[in-house]
Structure formats: structure tokens, C-alpha cells
């Protein structure tokens, strides 16, 4: 137990945290056994990521649930890690009944191919899921805010291409990419879940915003936040331009378009995680260890990210009050330049984005003739965001 120096102390709803086997300083290769209050066992196993990343490894959790039950897949290597942690903690990959994907991201699903191939499980998603895996990445189409998109022409790459700026120093990366979105379009999803459907103790909640298809899974006083809820880092939240309208065709009408992505819609499914009981505890699918240190947190922290994204907004205007700007000089306002590198560019640029569509469905601001953004004053957005928490 070399790199876990300090177990520690247990929220209410915790009977046990034990460490099977420590891993890095990040967690990769950690496998923990924890307890609920209810005496319900939950094991998590820290999945390492085939490529580096700032995230750290991706905590696949294993429960039973009517038979064993993953929560995540991991990205494209997670076969072996996940077999062999399984028998620490006396289970087999082999006896897998379902892997439960949070969302369509490849450090969640990238490990689905080699994990059904070994167990013969079935996966399990949100609806939405089952209908952007048939689909590539990047298909903008007929964009909710063509402003936006005049002002990110890359979008308008067709998929199969590299849109410039991600990814040029990375053929091999990018080839990994056309890779999973091959893998993915053969999958079959056992059991498409809607939003309160429940299974053996597991209720998965639609809280979509960071990707459309995000499920958070509450548990025993544990809720399973995948990617909606992180410790220490601030999840993505999606742009409204990066899907096209019809994006839910053959679901047009349970899910109309623009109530699956954007920051609004991120906004509304924190609370949805932030109202649960406020002893449950988050268990994230990154950053449940990091540095030597757990980090076991509440629903709380889900409206700490609310706020965060709020005072962002606020900021966002006070700079448009002092100058008007381009994207880009919003987004190098925003973010410092050693974060700006590389593929990281596109990933401030959408952040702000994100931002500035909410900003422009309430009016506070607009787009000048010359491509920049000016704020008119206001500030409506205050009242959108009390309105969602209602
Ligand atoms: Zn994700």
C-alpha cells in the first residue's frame, strides 16, 4: 500500500473504504473494495488510459446487481487491468452480466469490444447512446446557432477527416479514433435505458449537458456521476453546435432538439444530482484518487461545478464590457497560453463556446458584423440559471 498514505475518514454513508491493491500516485492499476451503510459492497478499479491524459485513469466500478454489473468500460486497453483486478476481489470478467456505459466518450466505452468479447455481456445505455454510436464524431450539420458556426468553420469538416488543429502531430491517436468509431458502430445495446428505469437497487437518471447520453446511476447512498460530476476538475460541458438538429432522429419527439447538450442543459442536471439526499456520495469515473489523496465528496460538489460556471459567465461579461472580442481572443482571455497547446486549443475554445451560446440565447450578448462578441449590459443569465434550479 505504498502510494495510499492516508485512509480517509468516512462520510456517513460509508461502513468501509479498504485498499486491495494500491496503485500509482494517480490510482491507475488501484483496486478498492468500499462498503455502504447498507452494508452493499461497491469495487473500483482504476482503469489506466491508453494515452496520457491530464484525467487520470478511468474508475470502472464493479457491483452486483442481479448478477455482476460494470459501471464503465474504460478506454481501448482496459481488458487486461479489468481482468486481472476482478479476481482480487474474487469475481471474474467471464461472469460479467451487463457493462453499463455512462456516456459515449472513449475512456468509458473504448474497452467495450475486448470486454464483450471476453464475457459475453450485454451493454447497457442510455436510449440516446444507442443512436450517436450509429453516427461519427464531429457531424455538425444544419447547426442550432450558425453564427457559431461561421465563427468555427473547422466544424464544417466532413467525418473521417481531421479537423485542423486536433491532433496533426497524432496520426497514430487519430487512427485509434477511426478505430472506436468502427468498434462502436457494431455494438448492440442489450438494454436502452431511460431516464428513473430501474434494476436491482441501480437507478440511472438522465443528467445529460457533458454529452447527451450521460447517465448518473444512484445506488445504496452512493450515485455513480461518471463524467457529470468530477472531483478536483471541472467537466466539458458539449456545445449546442457540435450535434445537428435531427441529432435524436427516430427520438425526435421524447427528446426535442437542443435539450440534450449546452451548458444550459448541463446546468439543469447538476442540480439534478446536486437534489439528491446530501449525504450520497459521488463516485466519479476520474479523480477518485489523485496524488495520494481520495477524493470522497457529496452531491455538493455538483453545486460548487454549478457555481463555477457561473461566476465564468460573470467574468466573461466584465471582459466583453471593457472590449468587444473575437473568439479566439475570448478564449486566450480566458485561459492561460501554456493551457492552449495543442488539442487543448479546441478544448478552450469549445468551453467558451459553451458559455457564450447560453450567453446569446439570453440576449445578453451578440455578434457584430465584424465576428465579435459585445455585451449589451445585462445580465438575464442570472435569472435563466435561478430558473433551472427551480
Ligand atoms: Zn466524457
Sequence with gaps: ???????????????????????????????????????????????????STSTGPTWVYVVDADGLTLIDAGGDSSKEPVQSALPLVGKRLEDAQRIVITHGHNDHDGGLGALLAASGAEVWAHELYAHLISQGSWRAHAGVNPLLRQLMPWTEEKEGHRPPGIGTDAPEWWQHHLDYLEMRRHLKVGRPLKSHDTWAGLTFLHTPGHSPDELSITMDGVVFTGDHVLPEITPHPT???????????????????????????????????????????????????????????????????????????????????????????????????????????????????????????????????????????TEKFKELVASLAS
Design 1 to 51: 500500500m505504498t502510494s495510499v498514505d492516508v485512509l480517509p475518514s468516512l462520510p456517513p454513508t460509508l461502513k468501509g473504504l479498504d485498499v486491495v491493491r494500491a496503485g500509482d500516485p494517480k490510482g491507475n492499476g488501484m483496486v478498492l473494495e468500499i462498503t455502504a451503510a447498507s452494508g452493499k459492497r461497491v469495487w473500483a478499479i482504476g482503469v489506466p488510459q491508453p494515452r
Design 239 to 377: 456545445v449546442e453546435m457540435d450535434y445537428p438538429k435531427d441529432m435524436p432522429r427516430d427520438l425526435r419527439h421524447a427528446y426535442p432538439s437542443q435539450d440534450q447538450y449546452g451548458l444550459q442543459v448541463y446546468l439543469k442536471s447538476l442540480n439534478t444530482v446536486a437534489r439528491l439526499d446530501p449525504s450520497v456520495l459521488v463516485l466519479p469515473a476520474h479523480r477518485l484518487y489523485n496524488r495520494g489523496r481520495f477524493n470522497l465528496l457529496t452531491v455538493k460538489r455538483a453545486a460548487d461545478i454549478s457555481g463555477h460556471h457561473v461566476r465564468r459567465l460573470r467574468r466573461m461579461t466584465r471582459k466583453l464590457a471593457e472590449q468587444e472580442m473575437t473568439l479566439e481572443e475570448m478564449t486566450r482571455s480566458t485561459f492561460p497560453s501554456s493551457k492552449l497547446t495543442g488539442g487543448n486549443f479546441m478544448a478552450g475554445v469549445t468551453e467558451v463556446v459553451s458559455h457564450l451560446e447560453l450567453l446569446l440565447d439570453t440576449g445578453d450578448v451578440s455578434v457584430t458584423p465584424e465576428g465579435k462578441f459585445r455585451w449589451h449590459g
